[in-house]
């Protein structure tokens, strides 16, 4: 089908479709309020794409030097890029963080920031390499946007079918993908070699020295311990209620459906958004997760089980999640505090001290949407030719010949033996949703949001959507 155009089209890839496609989802409904047409579908889909797109606004997830190249071929075509970054909330001490997610070349082509919140917003401003003036917007995050109360009967159809098939539950998520990849070359540490004599560097331990990755690998394995010992101890413990433990996205559940298969109420699913899941249950259990986070602006008990304590990971990168939590430091500390949640006579942890902390790190809590903010600042973008690039005919030739080259690189390396991204991760990162199924969400959008105008979704090809009013 032909492309219908009004403004600059928005390109929104989406990488895990459980976590990010109806926050992104909400951003394309937003903007089409606004002239705006969105096309979203999976990340590789979208990007593999580019040229066949007319003027549009890219807007990126992160801003790594791998997509310091893509954004260079963006603008050799005469889109325009911004970004956010998807991780921004939970991330490694600034030195690690600058090399694994902040990159300069990146920052070269990017036109805005959208920050998380206002801690966000210091980390970036104190990159020694961040270009002079760059604009960044402490606008908030799609994807907070789908914890406010006013978003809550988008999950209601979900929960309620959470709650029929489960009853009542604890759930546990895990966050354990730098030990439990679902793809071993993204463990933090490979396998020892003749040719290393030691134990390489995964993918995950991108920007991290071999001393800093070993201190790491030895933390995170010892909590990912810690939990496979907790969920039979929980099933043990509560044998009346169910315990649904739901893996991170980029983790192998294999194990967990092991530990599953030899106990008498534990269920092992990554189905839909955690959202629903954390209405529906009972009380949350994890160390260092950003369901953590979303819990406790959802006024959701949660608990955060740290039997392994290292002040120098659980200060710094988990600081956060834990801190709004009831944390346990052990097993009949666990114990009580579940029979307290359980009882009624424990909610979510809200004192002032956690509302201050929330308040650094999330904006858009109350007030315009995120969403909202951002498309604000994409019409402002829009209506500013000026500001957007002017290529030569040579290069968009160069860019059209240099993401024919990237597609064709990236498809064939995904074939290739220990990478990291295979067809397999893949379809297991964003299984697909039929067009009834994404109508069905802008539908519900739609009802919520009281628009008086009609928002269209179309079917482009396998799994890229174009949504316009």
């Known amino acids: 089908m032909r492309i219908r155009v009004k403004k600059p089209s928005l390109l929104i890839p989406v990488e895990n479709q459980v976590r990010e496609l109806d926050a992104k989802l909400l951003l394309a409904c937003v903007a089409a309020q606004r002239g705006f047409c969105s096309v979203i579908g999976p990340r590789r889909q979208v990007e593999f794409r580019i040229p066949s797109f007319p003027r549009s606004i890219f807007i990126s997830k992160d801003l790594g030097s791998g997509n310091g190249r893509l954004f260079r071929i963006l603008n050799q075509l005469g889109h325009i890029s911004v970004a956010w970054d998807e991780e921004g909330l939970i991330h490694q001490p600034p030195e690690v963080y600058y090399k694994e997610r902040f990159a300069p ?14 801690s966000n917003a210091e980390l970036w401003r104190q990159f020694p ?10 606008t908030g995050n799609p994807r907070g946007d789908m914890l406010r109360v006013e978003l809550r009967p988008f999950f209601e159809k979900e929960v309620q079918k959470i709650h029929r098939a489960y009853g009542d539950f604890i759930l546990i998520n895990t966050n354990f993908a730098a030990v439990n990849a679902f793809t071993p070359i993204q463990n933090l540490l490979q396998p020892i070699t003749k040719q290393r004599g030691k134990r390489g560097l995964g993918r995950t ?8 990755a070993q201190k790491y690998q030895k933390h995170i394995q010892a909590i990912f311990e810690d939990f496979k010992q907790l969920i039979s101890n929980i099933d043990q413990t509560f044998p009346t209620i169910t315990v649904v433990v739901r893996p991170h996205p980029d983790e192998d559940p294999q194990v967990y459906r092991e530990i599953a298969s030899r106990c008498q109420k534990v269920q092992v699913t990554n189905e839909g958004n955690v959202l629903p899941w954390l209405i529906a249950t009972k009380a949350l259990i994890h160390n260092g997760c950003t369901t953590g986070i979303e819990a406790y602006a959802m006024g959701v008990p949660a608990v955060a089980y740290r039997a ?14 834990n801190s709004l939590s009831h944390e346990c430091f052990n097993i009949d500390q666990l114990q009580e505090t579940l029979n307290e949640i359980l009882a009624g006579k424990l909610g979510a942890a809200n004192g002032d001290q956690q509302r201050t902390i929330f308040s650094r790190y999330f904006a858009a809590q109350d007030g315009p949407l995120a969403c909202e903010r951002i498309a604000n600042i994409l019409q402002q973008l829009a209506e500013n030719e000026a500001g957007w690039p002017k290529p030569g005919w040579v290069d968009r030739l160069v860019g059209r010949y240099r993401a024919t080259r990237r597609r064709l690189l990236k498809q064939f390396k995904s074939y290739l033996p220990n990478v990291s991204i295979t067809p397999e991760f893949e379809r297991h990162r964003y299984p697909g949703i039929s067009l009834e199924g994404l109508r069905k969400r802008v539908s519900r959008f739609q009802q919520i949001l009281n628009y008086s105008n009609e928002i269209k979704a179309d079917q482009i090809s396998d799994q890229l959507f174009q949504i316009c009013a």
């Not at 990146?106 to 206002?118: I, M, R």
């Open 308 to 321: 392994t304590v290292d002040d120098f990971f659980d200060s710094g990168i988990y600081h956060l999640p």
């Open 129 to 138: 390499e961040l270009p002079e003036g760059k604009p960044i917007h402490i």
């Open 105 to 118: 070349i990146a920052l070269k082509y990017v036109s805005q920031l959208f920050a998380w919140g206002p």
């Open 205 to 212: 331990a991108k920007g991290m020295s071999q001393a800093y």
